[in-house]
């Protein structure tokens, strides 16, 4: 048992030294330090994967108007059961903001996929003649398959950066939510614009470091894309994270629900799911007993080596079309 405790808190401190390695711009060179970076990236994922249930949130969320419009119109009830609806928000602003009225003769690639939930949600909004969703987590793969796999959508285990697709074998290729897990960032644009069709269309949506945003900006050059525009999409996201920190939000009474052991437990977890859900990036305001109870994980941490912070700057829409 102490073995197995050592363990998690070792692959969990690999996991947020690897996220500072890959946006902080201090760069990870060696194709041995990119392998170790994305294995306890996918560690981690995979064990959280086992804690998700229907109805949870599954990114950041977005609160725009004109998309919550255009998914009523197809799906009027979608937030009102299992769902705050931000979630489902994103993944169809990623899809909404390239401007095709269209898509049901389009084969998409949804990189970074997850459990598949993104995937299967914008399919009933917008329709496409084939998707295919990948992620570096089995797990995730697994479940997506299991739930949500169809003739014409089907998810596969795979790498962002060594995408298993034929050359201009897509149409379109989103990634919400995700590069910012990427050891090669590179290699993923590279890979993207290989597997997109001449004319087809790039839509990525994540959140920046400015030393991430300027590698990325340096990067777009060189990739044999046409970058058709950047959308700061911060605000929007914040106010889906603010609605979430609420006391009576959807989030919160999900939370509610999970039996995760003793008080202390449900506390440390539940402050702990705040912050990955963008509570940080929205400055929301902690309460006394969550502050306390991060700052106790934090110093957990710390014990196996400095930790240092992640400060994400700003939430972005990059579109761009491969000539």
Not at 90 to 117: E, M, N, P, T, W
Not at 119 to 139: H, I, N, P, T
Not at 216 to 235: I, M, N, P, R, Y
């Amino acid at each position: 048992m102490e073995k197995s405790n050592a363990l998690a808190v070792g692959d969990v401190h690999k996991f947020w030294r690897s996220i500072f390695a890959i946006n902080s711009g201090q760069g990870i060179e060696s194709d041995e330090a990119k392998r170790e970076c994305k294995e306890a990236i996918r560690l981690l994922y995979d064990f959280g994967i086992k804690g998700l249930h229907d109805g949870m949130v599954w990114n950041w969320g977005c609160s725009d108007e004109e998309v919550d419009a255009r998914i009523r119109a197809v799906i009027p009830l979608y937030d009102s059961v299992a769902s705050d609806g931000f979630s489902e928000q994103l993944y169809c602003f990623a899809l909404h903001s390239i401007g095709i009225g269209d898509l049901s003769d389009k084969r998409l690639l949804d990189v970074g996929c997850g459990f598949g939930a993104g995937l299967d949600f914008s399919s009933r909004v917008f329709g496409f003649r084939s998707a295919a969703g990948l992620d570096l987590c089995q797990g995730a793969i697994d479940r997506a398959n299991a739930r949500l796999s169809r003739p014409g959508i089907a998810f596969v285990c795979g790498d962002a950066e060594e995408l298993p697709f034929g050359d201009g074998e897509m149409d379109i290729v989103i990634n919400v939510e995700s590069s910012h897990t990427y050891p090669d960032l590179a290699q993923f644009l590279k890979e993207v614009t290989r597997v997109l069709r001449p004319g087809g269309y790039f839509s990525h949506l994540d959140l920046f470091t400015d030393e991430r945003y300027s590698q990325f900006s340096q990067l777009k050059t060189d990739v044999g894309l046409e970058w058709l525009a950047e959308t700061d999409v911060t605000d929007r996201v914040k106010r889906a994270i603010h609605a979430r920190m609420r006391p009576d939000s959807f989030l919160r009474k999900q939370l509610a629900k999970q039996q995760l052991g003793g008080p202390l437990m449900r506390l440390l977890s539940g402050s702990l799911v705040l912050a990955n859900y963008g509570a940080d990036f929205a400055g929301h305001q902690y309460t006394r007993s969550e502050r306390f109870m991060q700052g106790l994980f934090v110093r957990l941490l710390k014990r196996s080596g400095k930790l240092a912070p992640v400060r994400f700057t700003r939430y972005l829409h990059h579109l761009a079309r491969k000539a």
